[in-house]
């Protein structure tokens, strides 16, 4: 199983990014997906979850209104637009699969998940 994040990137405070996550090696549209994230000197967080269906999100409230999770099953990719965009969000971002077939509400607790990507770097400058 590979899970390919990219997208990362140096953006000024208030831009966007969008991440992607391609997801090989596994029956990705029966996994429902999620983005975490690490800043430096902190624990991994969570930042939004997407059912295996596309048809249930859930947000951290620090990036609920700014970011979208979205996914293409025919892709077999999700993805994370950022929007408005913090110093404080700057982290490095993590996309993982989980089996779990539950709502996404569920998939915010990291060990809820089986696989997990390299993370991917964003950097926002004040």
């Known amino acids: 199983v590979q899970l390919q994040a990219s997208g990362g990137g140096l953006v000024q405070a208030g831009g966007s990014l969008r991440l992607s996550c391609a997801a090989s090696g596994l029956a990705f549209s029966r996994y429902g997906m999620g983005w975490f994230r690490q800043a430096p000197g902190k624990e991994r967080e969570f930042v939004a979850s997407i059912k295996w269906s596309g048809g249930s999100t859930y947000y951290a409230d620090s990036v609920k209104g700014r970011f979208t999770i979205s996914r293409d099953n025919a892709k077999n990719t999700v993805y994370l637009q950022m929007n408005s965009l913090k110093p404080e969000d700057t982290a490095v971002y993590y996309c993982?699969?989980?089996?779990?077939?539950?709502?996404?509400?569920?998939?915010?607790?990291?060990?809820?998940?089986?696989?997990w990507g390299q993370g991917t770097l964003v950097t926002v400058s004040s």
């Open positions: 993982a699969a989980s089996r779990s077939s539950r709502s996404s509400r569920y998939l915010s607790p990291y060990d809820e998940y089986d696989y």
